[in-house]
T-cell receptor
Framework: GQNIDQPTEMTATEGAIVQINCTYQ??????LFWYQQHAGEAPTFLSY??LDGLEEKGRFSSFLSRSKGYSYLLLKELQMKDSASYLC??????????WGAGTKLIIKP | GAVVSQHPSWVICKSGTSVKIECRSL??????MFWYRQFPKQSLMLMATSNEGSKATYEQGVEKDKFLINHASLTLSTLTVTSAHPEDSSFYICSARGRDRGDHQPQHFGDGTRLSIL
């Protein structure tokens, strides 16, 4: 079956760095997406990786290793507004998105 | 760019009522639209995928006669929850994907509709 695993919850301190991991097993691979979802709101797109390596976009970076079925989202200089759920989603061979359950990130002052 | 508008944002209605939710892509043509449902503290659950001009593809366990989807144009899809009951209360979210860069581009989400059935 298809499976996306990410931690349920993480806690970090304002100004610090946090890494949210995602491992996947899917039927085919056409890219991995990270989305941010604040409580009560719809998800917003953060990043897309289809080749191995690190993609940097401001304070957020996303890494992919296809051979390991692994990705992480790195958030630097954490701000209180970064408190949200972070969703990992993999596009399979049928171009369907398989969603992880999300990681709730709690930022403490 | 890539703005998706979803309306209404909040609906409260009596059991047995039918509710229509609209999803519009404002600045791009959405060849594919997706409808999700999310219960509190749970992950997104895909309900159906619709391509412009064709019938929607429903996920297993989703009743197509209960959740009517219409994707009549490249910028508009609607979800109608027919004869809604309290167990249908949930957060419904649409997303859209354009065609310019193929299937790899991300889905862009509407703001969601919070449906409460009394």
């Amino acid at each position: 079956g298809q499976n996306i695993d990410q931690p349920t919850e993480m806690t970090a301190t304002e100004g610090a760095i946090v890494q949210i991991n995602c491992t996947y097993q899917t039927s085919g691979f056409n890219g991995l997406f990270w989305y941010q979802q604040h409580a009560g709101e719809a998800p917003t797109f953060l990043s897309y990786n289809v080749l191995d390596g690190l993609e940097e976009k401001g304070r957020f970076s996303s890494f992919l290793s296809r051979s390991k079925g692994y990705s992480y989202l790195l958030l630097k200089e954490l701000q209180m507004k970064d408190s949200a759920s972070y969703l990992c989603a993999v596009m399979d061979s049928n171009y369907q998105l398989i969603w992880g359950a999300g990681t709730k990130l709690i930022i403490k002052p | 760019g890539a703005v998706v508008s979803q309306h209404p944002s909040w609906v409260i209605c009596k059991s047995g009522t039918s509710v229509k939710i609209e999803c519009r892509s404002l600045d791009f043509q959405a060849t594919t639209m997706f409808w999700y449902r999310q219960f509190p503290k749970q992950s997104l659950m895909l309900m159906a995928t619709s391509n412009e001009g064709s019938k929607a593809t429903y996920e297993q366990g989703v009743e197509k006669d209960k959740f009517l989807i219409n994707h009549a144009s490249l910028t508009l899809s609607t979800l109608t929850v027919t004869s809604a009951h309290p167990e249908d209360s949930s957060f419904y979210i649409c997303s859209a994907r354009g065609r310019d860069r193929g299937d790899h581009q991300p889905q862009h989400f509407g703001d969601g509709t919070r449906l409460s059935i009394l």
